[in-house]
């Protein structure tokens, strides 16, 4: 299947600074992206779908000011936390789907910590 | 998108087989059935989809309720490794294939 694959894996920050997690498709072009997050024992939630070259579109209550999403190429979504705080602590997934599919494809998750 | 319903948790035995229902009892025509499992630590994966056969792959089957309503990811011998969430999730080409959109699901523990 299409490989999805998110860096870092795991990112420790200071509360008040910004942290950016990258997606990429690797052999393949996304031309929609999302980000999921994902609190202990709870499971995956929607925060925004990215669509290359265009404004993300963001799930409700979710800050976009706060969380950044750049889909610059077909290949590479970012996510920013910005102003990081202990409660944006969490698991950061995202996934792709190539243009024509149907399936999504998830890549391996982002632990973020904030002290 | 229409519910699915599945049970928190379920156990199974190493090298027993696992039924994982899902009742669906609001699926429209067009709505697919999918499911996805995630193991711990991990971003989900795919594991199988259909719309009315039963399907089979290298991972696992599913078995569809012949009105649809309810359907049953069937593990057909159960390994450590696949304990994990399994979501049942309905997704429409029409209207929402873009999003995965995520329930509860079951954890499924396999035990020695």
């Known amino acids: 299947g299409a490989v999805v694959s998110q860096h870092p894996s795991w990112v420790i920050c200071k509360s008040g600074t910004s942290v950016k997690i990258e997606c990429r498709s690797l052999d393949f072009q996304a031309t929609t992206m999302f980000w999921y997050r994902q609190f202990p024992k709870q499971s995956l939630m929607l925060m925004a779908t990215s669509n290359e070259g265009s404004k993300a579109t963001y799930e409700q209550g979710v800050e976009k000011d706060k969380f950044l999403i750049n889909h610059a190429s077909l290949t590479l979504s970012t996510l920013t936390v910005t102003s990081a705080h202990p409660e944006d602590s969490s698991f950061y997934i995202c996934s792709a789907r190539f243009q024509g599919g149907t399936e999504a494809f998830f890549g391996q998750g982002t632990r973020l910590t904030v002290v | 998108d229409a519910k699915t319903t599945q049970p928190n948790s379920m156990e199974s035995n190493e090298e027993e087989p696992v039924h994982l229902p899902c009742n669906h009892s609001?699926?429209?025509?067009?709505?697919?059935i999918h499911w996805y499992r995630q193991l711990p630590s991990q971003g989900p994966e795919y594991v199988i989809h259909?719309?009315?056969s039963n399907v089979n792959n290298r991972m696992a089957s599913l078995a569809i309720a012949e009105d649809r309503k309810s359907s049953t990811l069937i593990l057909h011998r159960a390994t450590l490794r696949d304990a994990a969430v399994y979501y049942c999730i309905l997704r429409d080409p029409k209207t929402s294939y873009d999003k995965v959109i995520f329930g509860p699901g079951t954890s499924l523990s396999v035990i020695p």
């Open positions: 259909g719309l009315t």
């Open positions: 609001t699926i429209s025509g067009t709505d697919y």
